[in-house]
């Protein structure tokens, strides 16, 4: 249930934004100050505590954007779920995780948790039976992350979210890839949400953040952690994040509606062999997207036929940037088994339907005609059997 009943571009444009009272200006002024009264002040506010006014101005609107009581900021998408991980998974505990998540999440589990005796399991699939299937009696935390990189499955929030809550485990989902705009995993039940803000909050390809909302409760557990591990951002990038999530929700809007024509122009093609985006009626998660997503979000991919040169396809693009990352404003595309799945062996990709001609689309905010002429003219530069 939204806290909020504003309409979510004046929660973009306004909310938790500072007053100029000295000049009366029309933007939240930029405190950069590391150093504030200590007397007579409810609490000490400093950059590594999350509190100073950018900081606590910028969570205001990522809690109401993610219908939370509280937020905080942080450095990276990295940053704010470690701190996460960390704060409810202790020294015996077992955590399940979701098979398909961000390689850096991943390589985050596998490389240091042993290092904190924390134990886990990865999911089979995305099944809910799946999830269940994991659960041991030390099970304390459900990590998720739903549309999944890089073909766009998803997961049922609520049916997850239930099970954990039958079962007293904390449930936390990585919206990076959908937005607050199209997908708000509290309503459905889940604990704690992550984003990277280096993608659709940032928005155009220049800030590395991160961002975490939950309960006041969580959020002090969090907090509590997070202000000793250090993770916090600079309050300029603070402000410059502030300016980004003005226009997040036209900006989401835009890249959304491209992405839906986009989508059934590539299904369409002789040239491409299969489309993944749910937003697709034969999508197999398309009646799931209609249920949990306010969209489908701007997110696909895509596999190109045989006789058609994945990386002569991208090296021809004139307009959309072959380019690793995503959300940013400009179109771009890259290839998950040379980037994102490029340290699994060959035959471990296969199985996971990561092909060499598959390319992830991040959709921009361009005329819809350029991407695709753009689109057009780079699939004949490619084809071999011309
Ligand atoms: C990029 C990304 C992250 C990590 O965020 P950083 O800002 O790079 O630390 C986490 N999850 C998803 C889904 C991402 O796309």
Redesign the pocket.
Known sequence: MSLNTKGVNTICTHEGELKDNTYKGAVSPLYMSTSYDFLDVDSKRYPRYFNTPNQVSLSKKVAALEHAESAMIFS????A?SSTLLTFLKSGDHAVVQNDI?G??RSFIESHFKNYGINYSFTKDLTVESFENCIQENTKLIYL?TPS?PLLKLVDLFAVAKLAKSQNIITAS?N??ASPIVQNPIDLGIDIVMH????YFGGHSDI???AVASSELIMGKIWDLSKDFGGNLSDYTVWLLERSMKTLGIRVKAQQKNARKLASFLDKHSAVQSVFYPGLKSNEYHSLAKIQMKGFGAMMSFELANGYDAEMFLRALKLIKPSM??AGVESTMLLPYKTSHSLLTESDRLSQGITNQLIRFSVGIETKSDLIHDIKQAISACNSKR
Request: aromatic share 10%; proline share 0%; glycine share 14%.
């Open positions: 990276s998408g990295m940053a779920i961000y850096g999440t992350e990189n990585d990076t890839f990277s803000a280096t993608k590395s953040a991160g990352s995503l």
